[in-house]
């Protein structure tokens, strides 16, 4: 069975950091690309940020230069550091990995920006 879970939201002041965790069960997660997405209140849910197989990784616009996605294959985790966080940056964030047969998420963790 495979499990996807999140970690690390939390409430922060504007301009502060946190670091979102991804860990992943019952797939080999060397296998997968490894995405973030999130979801604000009222909006769709929206890419992130994902980091492939060979370590490739891709922002978007919004958050390039501020967060950063980084793997662990060997502890079969993925992480989200985000830094220099705004209010719109409030929302659920959830992790997903995607193999050659299937796509599996989480439950998402909350972060709020807010002072």
């Known amino acids: 069975q495979v499990r996807v879970v999140e970690s690390g939201g939390g409430l922060v002041q504007p301009g502060g950091s946190l670091r979102l965790s991804c860990a992943a069960s019952g797939i080999i997660l060397s296998d997968a690309v490894m995405r973030w997405y999130r979801q604000a209140p009222g909006k769709q849910r929206e890419w992130v940020a994902s980091?492939?197989?060979?370590?490739?990784?891709n922002y978007a616009s919004s958050v390039r230069g501020r967060f950063t996605i980084s793997r662990d294959n060997v502890e079969n985790m993925v992480y989200l550091r985000m830094n220099s966080l705004k209010p719109e940056d409030t929302a659920a964030y959830y992790c997903?990995?995607?193999?050659?047969?299937?796509?599996?998420w989480g439950q998402g963790t909350q972060v709020t920006v807010s002072s």
């Open positions: 980091i492939t197989s060979g370590g490739t990784t």
């Open positions: 997903n990995a995607a193999t050659a047969l299937d796509s599996y």
